[in-house]
């Protein structure tokens, strides 16, 4: 275990209820299907996609939690319940803030052990988490901008 591993789990931690806080806050069930202007993705399209992304990188490669993602469906289901999505996330925070937290600093020092895009060939894990994490807050943001055309909160 290791201070840097720590860190990593309570900021994704944090960021994982920050995304059940969006998703609670839409003003219907039906808002996390429906879309404005030019948006081609609904909002519930983000929590599906993110929870799909920690659990491949973070639980499936550094964990070795065997998830299988079905990186389609992330944005093809609109089938998907607000409790649903709720509970995936719920069960990736339980997934991959331990892994997180378990792992050293050799293990964050090692190259990524899963498959990255071609530009970042042999980055190590510290900088792929980095990369993931900034993946997260990206769509964090759209998902409160998608709320906020939806029903004018702030």
């Known amino acids: 275990m290791s201070?840097?591993?720590?860190?990593?789990?309570?900021?994704?931690?944090?960021?994982?209820?920050?995304?059940?806080?969006?998703?609670?806050?839409?003003?219907?069930?039906?808002?996390?299907?429906?879309?404005?202007?030019?948006?081609?993705?609904?909002?519930?399209?983000?929590?599906?996609?993110?929870?799909?992304?920690?659990?491949?990188?973070?639980?499936?490669?550094?964990?070795?939690?065997?998830?299988?993602?079905?990186?389609?469906?992330?944005?093809?289901?609109?089938?998907?319940?607000?409790?649903d999505i709720l509970t995936r996330i719920a069960v990736c925070r339980g997934t991959v803030v331990p892994v997180l937290e378990g792992l050293t600093e050799e293990e964050l020092e090692r190259p990524y052990p899963g498959d990255t895009p071609q530009a970042m060939e042999g980055i190590s894990s510290r900088g792929y988490l980095i990369h993931t994490i900034w993946h997260l807050g990206w769509h964090l943001g759209q998902l409160y901008y998608h709320r906020l055309g939806q029903d004018g909160a702030d």
């Open 3 to 83: 201070t840097m591993g720590r860190e990593l789990g309570l900021v994704v931690g944090r960021e994982l209820d920050r995304l059940a806080d969006e998703v609670r806050s839409l003003p219907s069930d039906e808002a996390l299907w429906s879309t404005c202007g030019a948006q081609v993705n609904p909002p519930g399209t983000l929590p599906l996609h993110l929870v799909g992304n920690l659990s491949h990188y973070i639980g499936a490669h550094l964990g070795q939690n065997g998830y299988v993602r079905d990186r389609p469906a992330e944005f093809a289901d609109r089938s998907v319940t607000r409790e």
